[in-house]
């Protein structure tokens, strides 16, 4: 059974960090690449991916904020967060890539 566990969220200031945790199990954790998802406001925007070989790819609104990476050994990615704006705000899901399992979030909420 996969399971995605996300977590690492949190109510923090603006312009602050977090770092957000994705641990798969039941997977191939090395043969998937995995991308994360914000849902506020009953929709879903795409975040950043990375793919196989740990080569990240971002939406252009969190570029140079946002660093996502994964460590193969412990089966997690992570998802640096910096300099966090209020359009940040949102429960962050993990989703993997190519094979349509989703996580069921951890929320980020960003306060002025």
């Known amino acids: 059974q996969v399971q995605l566990v996300e977590s690492g969220g949190d109510l923090v200031q603006a312009g602050g960090s977090l770092r957000l945790s994705c641990a798969a199990s039941?997977?191939?954790?090395?043969?998937?690449?995995f991308a994360w998802y914000r849902h506020a406001s009953v929709k879903r925007t795409f975040v950043a991916e990375i793919d196989r070989v740990g080569r990240p790819l971002y939406a252009r609104n969190v570029e140079g904020r946002f660093t996502l990476s994964r460590d193969d050994a412990k089966e997690t990615v992570y998802l640096q967060i910096n300099n966090l704006k209020s359009e940040d705000t949102g429960v962050y899901i993990c989703?993997?890539?190519?094979?349509?399992?989703w996580g069921r979030g951890t929320q980020v909420t960003v306060f002025a």
């Open positions: 989703h993997v890539m190519a094979a349509g399992y």
């Open positions: 039941g997977i191939d954790f090395s043969a998937f690449g």
